[in-house]
């Protein structure tokens, strides 16, 4: 009997983790940004802690391995109504039949319903862009949506926030529902991401800016674009460095077309594991987003490598950086960000105070720190 006990206890429990899209529906293309990125650290921190782990998410039928002998899984269904995924929840209950616990790894993919012993993941507030009125059928379709929503935040045991902002807008809103929330901000590998072996800020020639970030209109590509436009022209020796991908080949190859025509414009895009060295290189991140932002990821590894950080006041970037402390926060526009490059260029020891600042408030969101808070809510919730 004892060692029949024995044998059940060393039985892995397997956590089933549901996402939208980690790849591209058709299983081709690894999409990489922030959230993909958090996704590699979750999986590696529940490997850690002995669970196995199976991903899934919309595509045509295909299974792709991941990492460490981890699964992804997809489903085909891509209906979306009221930016929720109901057909996607309810095919992931469906088919994960011998996960043991469930994490949704975005918000509104627990709508309508969760598995018993669930967690989901808020990545920041996403409906802060004018045009996501369109994508719910404006006024007639927001009652609808917030409906949903509700449902979908009630239904886990508990929803990790990366950041303040949405928890105080949930608060505000369903004022009953604010416990089911921890706040859990996003990290950086201090390991990799720290500032040694650098130049002093503003010191190097060229003078190198940094836009680490998707290639989309919500990160604020179009004011960098036209920012990296005029600071070329007007300030000889500076450069500037636009490194992420694009939602779609074209955008990178128009982005690179672009940059072509242009002296000390550069685009490019790196893996992760490159990242901490190109860092180093650059004196100025800009983090300028418009829209749906938690705990940015790119905003802590710069920070953290001696970058002095640009940002606007979005989601949870004002988390992250404290205006004139260790960084600058603007509104997000052209001429802000002009004037806030100027601002630096002009005066070197307040960019190196700066600079000095956003290192140490980036060890207050280490790697370690976060899977250490991720354990707390895994024991308290899954066992």
Known sequence: MVSKIKEVIKIKKKIGILTSNFFD??????IYGGAERYGIELTKLLLDLGYEVEWWQVGSGWIRDLMNNVKIKSIPVTE???ETMPTLNQAFLERAVDIDYAIYFVTFLAYPQVKEKSISISHGIYWDYPSFDNLIDGDNGRQEWLRRLKIALSGPDRV????????????ATWPGLSH??????NFVDLAKFNPEGRKPILEQKPIRVIFPRRITTVRGINEVVRTAEIMTKEVK???FHIVGRGHHDQVEKELMKWASEHERIYYYWQPP?????IYREMDIALIPTKAAEGTSLSCLEAMASGCVVISSYVGGLSDLVFNDYNGLLIK?????LVQAIYSLLEDTDRAKRLSKNGVEVARAFSLDCWRESWKTVLQEVFN
């Not at 990790?160 to 608060?171: L, N």
């Not at 089911?180 to 901000?185: A, G, L, N, R, W």
């Not at 997000?332 to 802000?336: G, V």
Request: glycine content about 2%; hydrophobic content about 30%.
């Open 25 to 30: 529906p058709a299983g081709q293309r690894l």
């Open 80 to 82: 979306s109504p009221y």
């Open 160 to 171: 990790i926030s990366v950041d303040t902002s949405t928890i105080e807008w949930v608060r």
């Open 180 to 185: 089911k929330f921890e706040y859990i901000p």
């Open 237 to 239: 020796n500076l450069e």
């Open 273 to 277: 594991e490159m990242m901490p060295e």
């Open 332 to 336: 997000p526009t052209t001429q802000n």
